[in-house]
């Protein structure tokens, strides 16, 4: 069992930067591939970034690509989310998620937590 707390979210301006983190506690965080999910209103649940176990693999969605970076610290069981140059279509919900697998896949994660809310005005 991994239980994940997000944290971080809030009101923000547009061309502004917040950074998410996730604590986990429960089973070896280090073992799991993490990722951000996010969900607007009226939207479906979309991949936004993951990582591999071990930091070197990393993989952004392309709406995201070259603004959020992805990191975590396996020392401190935290997994973070880096969000830069935010534009107000990136208002939503975000989720972070564990998957009990070696690589970043785009679904099928096994936990998840209970999302921070970032909503970035114009």
């Known amino acids: 069992q991994v239980q994940l707390v997000e944290s971080g979210g809030r009101l923000v301006q547009a061309g502004g930067s917040l950074r998410l983190s996730c604590a986990a506690s429960?089973?070896?965080?280090?073992?799991?591939?993490m990722a951000w999910f996010r969900q607007a209103p009226g939207k479906e649940r979309e991949f936004v970034a993951g990582?591999?176990?071990?930091?070197?693999?990393?993989y952004n969605a392309d709406s995201v690509k070259g603004r959020f970076t992805i990191s975590r610290d396996n020392a401190k069981n935290t997994l973070y989310l880096q969000m830069n140059s935010l534009k107000p279509d990136d208002t939503a919900a975000y989720y972070c998620?564990?998957?009990?697998?070696?690589?970043?896949?785009?679904?099928?994660?096994?936990?998840w937590g209970q999302g921070t809310q970032v909503t970035v005005s114009s």
């Open positions: 429960g089973r070896i965080f280090s073992s799991y591939t």
């Open positions: 998620a564990a998957g009990n697998f070696q690589v970043v896949r785009l679904g099928g994660y096994d936990y």
């Open positions: 990582i591999d176990w071990s930091g070197g693999i990393r």
